[in-house]
């Protein structure tokens, strides 16, 4: 009977020992379950490129509350048909939303200025009117998706995907 006192009160000083070097609200592994070793202190990197997220610009004053007139589309000059009307497009700093005419029909959306000159529009619609000719507001419309960047004078609005010739160039309307 020692044997069995002197082993039963080694398992209760082992198990009483395991259980005080535990952590506060940390779990132990279940019996057969291995986990990865990690060093103690150890720093976790983390691929910041990832998780850098895009800096919100806001507004700018130099486009928005001002009406731009369409002028340039893909290196082509946009000519207005006699049965259309010119196509434009406004900005809505309050609201960040867009609004203007693809030639026919009534555009609109959402947009977001950030920095380095770029813009994201989003949730881009219009009307669905049928004209005689669709041509520059089904490219307009198509377009508005792909711009990632701008650039603004004093005169001209164009838009860019990447950062080579703009796809879409508009002249302010005074």
């Known amino acids: 009977m020692k044997i069995n006192r002197h082993a039963f009160s080694i398992v209760v000083a082992v198990t009483f020992f395991i259980s005080c070097n535990q952590q506060?609200?940390?779990?132990q592994p279940s019996a057969?379950?291995?986990?990865?070793?990690?060093?103690?202190?150890?720093?976790?990197?983390a691929d910041t490129a990832a998780l850098t997220e895009t800096v919100v610009k806001g507004t700018d004053p130099r486009i928005e509350g001002r009406k731009?007139?369409?002028?340039q589309m893909m290196g082509e000059r946009v000519?207005?048909?006699r049965s259309n009307k010119p196509?434009?497009?406004?900005?809505?700093p309050a609201a960040l939303k867009f609004t203007g005419s693809g030639s026919c029909n009534?555009?609109?959306?959402?947009?977001k200025i950030l920095e380095g000159e770029r813009i994201n529009f989003s949730?881009?619609?219009?009307?669905?009117?049928?004209?005689?000719?669709?041509?520059?507001?089904?490219?307009?419309l198509e377009i508005l998706g792909k711009i990632e960047y701008y650039r603004v004078t004093e005169s001209e609005?164009?838009?860019?995907?990447?950062?080579?010739?703009?796809?879409?160039v508009f002249a302010l309307m005074n």
């Open 24 to 27: 506060p609200g940390s779990k």
């Open 32 to 45: 057969g379950v291995q986990t990865p070793a990690i060093e103690e202190n150890a720093v976790i990197k």
């Open 68 to 71: 731009w007139i369409l002028i």
């Open 79 to 81: 000519e207005v048909s």
């Open 87 to 92: 196509a434009f497009i406004q900005f809505d």
């Open 106 to 111: 009534s555009i609109f959306g959402t947009y």
């Open 123 to 140: 949730d881009i619609g219009g009307t669905r009117m049928a004209c005689p000719d669709m041509t520059t507001e089904n490219k307009l």
């Open 157 to 168: 609005l164009m838009f860019y995907q990447e950062k080579t010739s703009p796809i879409a």
